[in-house]
């Protein structure tokens, strides 16, 4: 995400490219929906 790797499981996270904060729901197959808050 904005060219970071984000840790599995790890919500909510900032970036710090753009210090946009994201919530990130891991789906069990791989999935993965994030919003920006």
């Known amino acids: 995400m904005d060219g970071e790797k984000v ?3 790890k919500s909510p996270y900032t970036s ?6 994201y919530v990130i729901k891991w789906g ?6 994030i919003h920006e808050k």
């Open 7 to 9: 840790p599995k499981g």
């Open 16 to 21: 710090r490219k753009s210090g946009k904060t």
């Open 28 to 33: 069990k197959d791989g999935n993965v929906a």
